[in-house]
């Protein structure tokens, strides 16, 4: 028996949902583009602050 098969019977399921493939709740689509236009202005933020502290950082060294 392999690690990997022992480790498989050792192992706790994720989830005890079952899969299926009945549709439970539908979102509209005007709902998804709110969603999107509430998460833009976060998404740039991000990207701002990545592109920001990269112009600061890059050229540092880390390590021992």
């Known amino acids: 028996m392999s690690m990997a098969d022992k480790m498989k019977q050792k192992a706790i399921p994720a989830t ?3 899969r299926s493939k009945k549709i439970l709740k539908s979102v509209k ?3 998804v583009i709110e969603l999107n236009q ?3 202005p ?3 933020q991000n ?3 990545l592109r920001e502290s990269w112009e ?3 050229d540092k ?3 021992c």
Do not use: L, W, Y
């Open 56 to 58: 600061t950082e890059h």
């Open 47 to 49: 990207r701002r602050e």
């Open 42 to 44: 976060i998404i740039e």
């Open 29 to 31: 689509r005007a709902d």
């Open 38 to 40: 509430t998460m833009q």
């Open 61 to 63: 060294i880390v390590g």
């Open 16 to 18: 005890s949902v079952k």
